[in-house]
């Protein structure tokens, strides 16, 4: 998850959708890892990065239903 063009100035719907979509394109096959694309630093919102987890947990369970 990018955290300087979504984490920091998105909305949480855009990091919901963003969150599903890497789960749709690094799922299949298995082994997937999401994760910010480095850190979660200080500027990002912390209702992003609750909305990264919420999705993640919602939709990141196999069978992946992203």
Known sequence: ?????????GTPEEVAAATREALRKGAPGG?????????IHSTV??????????TLRR?????VSA
């Open 1 to 9: 998850m990018d955290c300087s063009h979504l984490m920091t100035p």
């Open 31 to 39: 082994g997937y890892i999401l994760s910010s694309s480095n850190s």
């Open 45 to 54: 919102k912390p209702e992003n990065y609750t909305a990264m987890l919420s």
């Open 59 to 63: 939709y990141g369970r196999y069978p």
